[in-house]
């Protein structure tokens, strides 16, 4: 933010000037100004409004080109800045979404591994199962198999 009287020295004309400037751009340029303690202070937008309605006939002229192409350059700058910082917002909130998908996905895949381990030992107690019953039928038979020959 500039005072007015820097924004007279930066264009090379006056604090009246700049007052008639400010009144000619109302309301347009009432966002970009601002009142505190009977200091007016003004954005680096205002200032490039109030520098392209006035016809410059000052001798510092170069000077002021180059205060305002700094001023343009800093408001692209912070229009830049701005942009930065909000996508790098949005990319910690997609870090953080992609973290929470993440951990959702690993906790369903354990609880289909603790499944899995579940049937695996169903599977494995139903072989040990079906295991003691051949080793069992496999005695009757034989037990079976010495009667017959026994009794024959």
């Known amino acids: 933010m500039y005072r007015v009287i820097d924004v007279a020295d930066m264009l090379g ?6 007052y008639k400037k ?7 340029i009432l966002s970009e100004m601002m009142e505190e303690d009977n200091v007016t202070y003004l954005t680096d937008s205002a200032v490039i409004m109030i520098r392209n309605s ?11 080109d180059k205060m305002m192409e700094f001023i343009e350059i800093k408001i692209e700058l912070d ?4 942009k930065l910082e909000a996508e790098k917002e949005r990319n910690e ?16 895949l354990e609880e289909v591994a ?8 169903s599977i494995q107690n139903s072989l040990s199962a079906v295991s003691l019953a051949d080793e069992h039928i496999r005695s009757q038979i034989a ?10």
């Not at 400010?22 to 347009?28: D, E, V």
């Not at 037990?143 to 024959?152: R, W």
């Open 13 to 18: 004309v006056s604090k009246v000037t700049i």
């Open 79 to 82: 229009k830049m800045t701005e």
């Open 114 to 121: 603790k499944q899995k381990k579940k049937n695996l030992d």
């Open 143 to 152: 037990l079976f198999t010495n009667l017959i020959k026994k009794g024959l």
């Open 93 to 108: 909130e997609l870090k953080i979404q992609h973290f929470e998908e993440l951990l959702l996905n690993y906790k369903a």
């Open 54 to 64: 006035i016809k410059r006939k000052h001798s510092n002229q170069k000077q002021s």
């Open 22 to 28: 400010i009144k000619m751009l109302k309301p347009g």
